[in-house]
């Protein structure tokens, strides 16, 4: 066989199972109306949730960056990459989270990747939930610690693993029946998306923190989802449940709300030390520009310094969930995300084809990112849809929905 061929081979069984990716062409920014194709479509898939991609406080800002600071940032964060800019966004950070200090990777997934092998190595202890975003996935991988996958948001799975783990560690013994010394419990960690990204719930916060602070475990909740979205004036998870301050480690990506590029980490002034000092991710790469960093910094004070952005998110949420309950299809969600489970691949896709025929751009979601025979539309809102707009769009996901149905 040539060695391409195994290539081909693989892709066109991606195509035979209606798995075949590809990328579509935004002739416009990111916002509520967009350019695909020459024609104008309203967006419902962006995780761009407050719309601020496109604001003129964000944008002026970032131009007058530019102007100062140049394009690219020359080094990494530990060498010659780190400017004023970089230093007013990790203040700014820590404060929208409440906590001493933060820590900026350049990706989400980067900050996921870097923090958790960091924070864990061979002997170690991870859980994590079975609907962890895929960043997770691979950090806890590269971590070679030892990996418990819970149940689906299920606490009580989660402390039955825990003590399961324990109790072996204690007896001497681990899964793969190697001698360890009798309370040895090394570093462990619980890890969890705050809200999931494919189905918009939410963690069970109360509990996954006293199941961590009960059982000596850092917690750790990724935020690239909640930020911007839940909680009052939308700081995310712990503000949601009035727990402001209970989570050791709190992640979260510039890239979705906030509407520019970036993860972060926000925690104690030791954890960001740490991290610091010992997450790769952050120390081998170049780090984001001034303007980067700049547009983040703009944005999260537009978001502190305007509250109906986030207020107005909330409503639609509300608004949407019960137009879409009037045309039969049952949702409720506390989130931007709103899923519409379909089931088989290809029907989904037909479905969020015949949305777009009408004018509604809309993602159709498979495996891997859910599982198999799981494809459902990823239905994301955004604070500036109108309420005429959330209403029309449900009546045409009912049409579609129904007609889908009698096929
Ligand atoms: C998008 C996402 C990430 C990755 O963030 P990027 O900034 O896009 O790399 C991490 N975790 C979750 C839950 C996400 O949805």
């Known amino acids: 066989m040539n060695k391409w061929d195994c290539l081909e081979e693989t892709l066109k069984n991606l195509k035979r199972e209606n798995l075949y990716r590809h990328i579509t062409e935004f002739a416009s920014s990111q916002s509520k109306e967009i350019i695909v194709n020459g024609r104008k479509m309203l967006l419902f898939a962006s995780n761009s949730y407050l719309d601020l991609c496109n ?110 783990y324990i109790s072996n560690k204690t007896n001497g013994s681990t899964a793969e029946g190697a001698p360890v010394k009798a309370n040895n419990v090394c570093r462990g960690l619980i890890v969890s998306d705050g809200v999931f990204s494919m189905d918009g719930d939410i963690v069970n916060l109360p509990e996954l923190v006293e199941i961590a602070d009960g059982y000596n475990l850092f917690s750790m909740i990724d935020e690239a989802h909640a930020t911007g979205v839940i909680g009052e004036t939308g700081r995310g998870t712990e503000e949601y449940y009035h727990m402001e301050g209970k989570v050791d480690i709190l992640m979260g990506t510039l890239s979705k ?22 997450a790769r991710s952050y120390i081998f790469s170049t780090s984001l520009s001034p303007v980067t960093m700049g547009a983040s910094y703009m944005s999260i004070k ?40 379909i089931g088989d691949e290809k029907k989904a896709l037909e479905v969020s084809e015949e949305l777009k025929n009408r004018g ?13 025979g799981c494809a459902r539309l990823r239905v994301a809102l955004m604070a500036t849809h ?22």
Do not use: W
């Not at 502190?304 to 009037?326: A, G, S, W």
């Not at 509604?360 to 198999?372: D, F, G, L, M, N």
């Not at 009912?398 to 096929?407: F, L, T």
């Open 302 to 341: 537009y978001i502190m310094e305007h509250n109906e952005r986030v207020e107005r998110l909330q409503h639609n949420i509300k608004y949407f969930c019960h137009c879409l309950t009037d045309e039969g299809i049952d949702v409720k969600s506390d989130t931007s995300i709103i899923p519409i489970i």
């Open 360 to 372: 509604y751009y809309v993602s159709a979601i498979r495996y891997p990112t859910v599982a198999k």
């Open 55 to 164: 604001v003129p406080e964000v944008k002026d800002y970032a131009s007058k960056i530019a102007l100062e600071y140049g394009t690219g940032s020359g080094g990494s964060r530990l060498t010659t990459g780190t400017t004023d800019v970089h230093m007013r966004l990790e203040e700014i950070l820590a404060g929208y989270k409440g906590r001493e200090a933060s820590i900026v990777f350049n990706t989400g997934y980067m900050g996921n990747v870097g923090t958790i092998s960091a924070l864990a190595g061979k002997g170690d202890v991870i859980f994590s939930d079975e609907l962890n975003h895929a960043s997770i996935i691979d950090g806890c991988r590269l971590s070679k610690a030892n990996l418990v996958i819970y149940k689906h948001n299920d606490m009580v799975d989660l402390e039955m693993k825990v003590k399961e």
């Open 257 to 278: 709300s906030i509407g520019s590029e970036g993860g972060f980490v926000c925690g104690s002034r030791t954890l960001v030390e740490f991290l610091i000092n010992k």
């Open 386 to 407: 109108t309420d005429e707009e959330l209403l029309a769009f449900s009546k045409s996901i009912g049409q579609v929905y129904r007609k889908m149905h009698r096929i």
